[in-house]
């Protein structure tokens, strides 16, 4: 399971490091979004809006203008362009581009300070929690079969057939999630040479897997989704990666059934409910070794979000779309606490790039 979606890049920028992934610096940049920068009803909405405009050169040329402020910088350039397909989809490219977001930054946060407390409920019955976390399984079970690149990078480019030209530009996006890593470590005052073993909670088809295989001696790469973990050993395969280890997240140990020094998850515990958020976070830093470490996110707040298992459980039956949920902050630092752990920094990402609704957090901790 993966995450946005998007998927998705220094600590404080998301995805945007795309064009370090060393594509011809002359094509736009992917069309590439993470599913965690739209909640389930925009996603939603994006996929009715229509789509059925095609592009011209004369279109393409005006959106550089319009979105860039500049011109095209070749025929070449506009025509390979052209290859998005649509309106809508050069559209979310461009958006998406680290050079639209340089000349249009965002703030992070657009939240005020004088926030309610959520009421969220964040500890119920075992039985809850299996129900809880049989419901999640069996979505993005689904969500994998049918839609595996797009449930992890939810652009429109990922909703047809993945080219292989496609399928590099995805891969090539986890190089620069890589370093932001490998930052945030630093600031830490450690190095990643430090450690031997990493565990990726929420892999997916192995974006960011195949990165932290370059880094770490062994990888554990899990995944609730079958259908993702099979084209994740299919890249990795490709990509002659024997030191990475593939397992289906399950009950009680998630996959993690041995000790490790360091845990990394992105874009993917904001796709569980908060009771399951908590639980995952309390399994991977209980199994953390002491001078290990974790680098996650979640969202910590959310306008208007509230959670009742049971009314959450009649209002989800049979629902197909990929949901968003967070767990407040002090929530989050009690489990880091309960875990032995402290934090060594805290920071307000784009994860979830709404910055009106949502607050996301990158947590770097260190076990003691």
């Not at 959106?63 to 025929?75: K, P, T, V």
């Not at 652009?155 to 090539?172: G, N």
């Amino acid at each position: 399971m993966s995450g946005t979606q998007t998927r998705t890049m220094s600590s404080g920028e998301e995805n945007s490091t795309k064009s370090a992934s060393g594509q011809d610096s002359t094509k736009l940049e992917p069309s590439i979004i993470e599913s965690s920068e739209l909640d389930s009803n925009i996603v939603e909405q994006e996929a009715r809006s229509p789509s059925d405009i095609q592009l011209t050169p004369d279109l393409v040329r005006s959106a550089y203008m319009l979105f860039l402020d500049r011109n095209a910088e070749s025929d070449v350039v506009v025509t390979r362009a052209l290859s998005h397909g649509s309106v809508r989809e050069l559209r979310a490219a461009m958006i998406s581009s680290s050079e639209f977001r340089r000349k249009n930054p965002l703030k992070l946060n657009n939240l005020p300070l004088e926030l309610p407390r959520l009421s969220i409920e964040s500890d119920p019955e075992t039985s809850a929690q299996i129900t809880l976390f049989e419901h999640i399984q069996s979505k993005w079970t689904k969500l994998g079969a049918e839609r595996p690149y797009w449930s992890v990078l939810s652009s429109p480019v990922f909703e047809r057939e993945v080219t292989p030209d496609l399928a590099e530009r995805f891969y090539a996006s986890g190089l620069g999630e890589m370093r932001e890593v490998q930052s945030l470590v630093h600031r830490a005052g450690r190095s990643i040479s430090e450690f031997s073993d990493v565990v990726e909670y929420g892999c997916g088809l192995g974006r960011m897997t195949l990165q932290l295989a370059k880094s770490f001696a062994r990888v554990i790469g899990i995944d609730i989704s079958p259908a993702h973990l099979d084209l994740a050993r299919t890249a990795a395969a490709s990509a002659n990666v024997a030191n990475i280890d593939f397992r289906t997240s399950s009950l009680p140990n998630l996959g993690m059934t041995s000790d490790f020094d360091f845990w990394y998850s992105r874009i993917v515990l904001q796709h569980n409910p908060p009771p399951l958020i908590k639980y995952i976070l309390h399994q991977a830093l209980t199994m953390l070794r002491p001078g290990g470490m974790a680098v996650f996110q979640v969202p910590t707040h959310s306008v208007g979000y509230t959670f009742e298992l049971k009314r959450y459980m009649q209002s989800r039956k049979g629902a197909g779309d990929i949901e968003m949920h967070c767990l407040p902050q002090r929530d989050v630092l009690n489990v880091v606490a309960e875990a032995g752990c402290v934090v060594c920094e805290v920071r307000e990402d784009r994860s979830v790039n709404i910055p009106e609704y949502w607050i996301s957090n990158t947590f770097v901790v260190e076990k003691r």
